[in-house]
Protein backbone atom coordinates (compact mmCIF):
# COMPACT_ATOMS: atom_id res chain seq x y z
CA UNK A 1 0.00 0.00 0.00
CA UNK A 2 1.19 3.63 -0.63
CA UNK A 3 0.78 6.23 2.21
CA UNK A 4 -2.03 7.90 0.45
CA UNK A 5 -3.69 4.57 1.53
CA UNK A 6 -2.84 4.44 4.54
CA UNK A 7 -3.95 7.90 5.09
CA UNK A 8 -7.42 7.64 3.52
CA UNK A 9 -7.62 4.61 5.77
CA UNK A 10 -7.47 6.83 8.77
CA UNK A 11 -9.79 8.88 7.82
CA UNK A 12 -12.39 6.32 8.23
CA UNK A 13 -10.66 6.16 12.25
CA UNK A 14 -11.26 9.72 12.77
CA UNK A 15 -14.69 10.08 10.79
CA UNK A 16 -15.76 6.80 12.99
CA UNK A 17 -18.75 7.62 15.80
CA UNK A 18 -16.96 5.02 17.89
CA UNK A 19 -14.18 7.32 17.77
CA UNK A 20 -14.06 10.97 17.61
CA UNK A 21 -16.80 11.36 15.41
CA UNK A 22 -20.68 11.90 15.98
CA UNK A 23 -23.81 12.32 13.77
CA UNK A 24 -24.88 15.56 12.86
CA UNK A 25 -27.49 17.45 10.68
CA UNK A 26 -25.59 19.37 7.87
CA UNK A 27 -28.27 20.25 5.17
CA UNK A 28 -30.98 17.79 6.52
CA UNK A 29 -28.60 15.01 5.91
CA UNK A 30 -26.83 12.98 8.88
CA UNK A 31 -23.83 12.82 8.87
CA UNK A 32 -20.67 11.75 10.46
CA UNK A 33 -18.33 14.56 11.57
CA UNK A 34 -15.99 16.52 14.08
CA UNK A 35 -16.87 19.12 15.14
CA UNK A 36 -14.04 22.11 16.58
CA UNK A 37 -14.30 25.47 18.15
CA UNK A 38 -11.69 25.88 20.06
CA UNK A 39 -8.63 25.30 17.16
CA UNK A 40 -9.59 27.85 15.25
CA UNK A 41 -9.11 30.23 18.19
CA UNK A 42 -5.36 28.88 18.59
CA UNK A 43 -4.65 29.55 14.96
CA UNK A 44 -6.55 32.53 13.69
CA UNK A 45 -5.13 35.68 12.98
CA UNK A 46 -8.69 37.47 12.72
CA UNK A 47 -9.58 39.55 15.42
CA UNK A 48 -13.19 38.50 16.91
CA UNK A 49 -15.65 41.65 15.97
CA UNK A 50 -17.97 42.15 18.68
CA UNK A 51 -21.15 45.50 18.04
CA UNK A 52 -23.35 46.08 20.40
CA UNK A 53 -23.25 42.68 22.53
CA UNK A 54 -22.81 40.74 19.02
CA UNK A 55 -20.06 39.18 17.80
CA UNK A 56 -18.81 36.48 14.98
CA UNK A 57 -18.59 32.82 16.22
CA UNK A 58 -16.39 30.42 14.39
CA UNK A 59 -16.39 26.43 14.33
CA UNK A 60 -14.70 24.31 12.08
CA UNK A 61 -16.48 21.37 10.47
CA UNK A 62 -14.16 18.23 9.48
CA UNK A 63 -16.67 15.84 7.13
CA UNK A 64 -15.73 13.28 4.67
CA UNK A 65 -15.89 14.51 1.22
CA UNK A 66 -17.72 11.51 -0.16
CA UNK A 67 -20.43 11.83 2.81
CA UNK A 68 -21.07 15.51 2.12
CA UNK A 69 -21.48 15.01 -1.74
CA UNK A 70 -20.64 18.52 -2.46
CA UNK A 71 -17.91 21.02 -1.74
CA UNK A 72 -19.63 24.06 0.04
CA UNK A 73 -18.38 27.52 -1.34
CA UNK A 74 -17.19 30.90 0.40
CA UNK A 75 -20.61 32.67 1.48
CA UNK A 76 -23.06 29.92 1.51
CA UNK A 77 -25.38 29.08 4.12
CA UNK A 78 -25.20 25.94 5.67
CA UNK A 79 -27.47 24.36 8.25
CA UNK A 80 -25.68 22.48 11.14
CA UNK A 81 -27.80 20.60 13.94
CA UNK A 82 -30.88 23.53 13.41
CA UNK A 83 -28.35 26.66 13.42
CA UNK A 84 -27.75 28.72 10.51
CA UNK A 85 -24.00 29.52 9.42
CA UNK A 86 -22.55 31.22 6.33
CA UNK A 87 -19.11 29.28 5.21
CA UNK A 88 -16.15 31.21 5.47
CA UNK A 89 -13.76 29.00 3.91
CA UNK A 90 -13.68 25.31 3.12
CA UNK A 91 -10.45 23.13 2.17
CA UNK A 92 -10.40 19.79 0.77
CA UNK A 93 -6.90 18.04 2.97
CA UNK A 94 -6.66 14.37 1.37
CA UNK A 95 -10.80 13.60 1.21
CA UNK A 96 -11.76 15.10 4.53
CA UNK A 97 -13.32 19.17 4.22
CA UNK A 98 -12.42 21.66 6.85
CA UNK A 99 -15.27 23.79 6.47
CA UNK A 100 -14.57 27.09 8.58
CA UNK A 101 -18.36 28.04 9.19
CA UNK A 102 -19.05 31.90 11.11
CA UNK A 103 -22.31 32.81 12.78
CA UNK A 104 -23.68 36.24 14.58
CA UNK A 105 -23.83 35.43 18.01
CA UNK A 106 -24.71 36.56 21.26
Known amino acids: MKLRDYIYH ?13 LH ?19 SNDKTEMYDGVYRGEIALYVKESDLNYRPVRGQIMRLDGNIYTVKECADDMGVFCITLEAAES
Open 10 to 22: DVNVFLNTDEFAD
Open 25 to 43: DIDGQMIKALIDSDILNEY
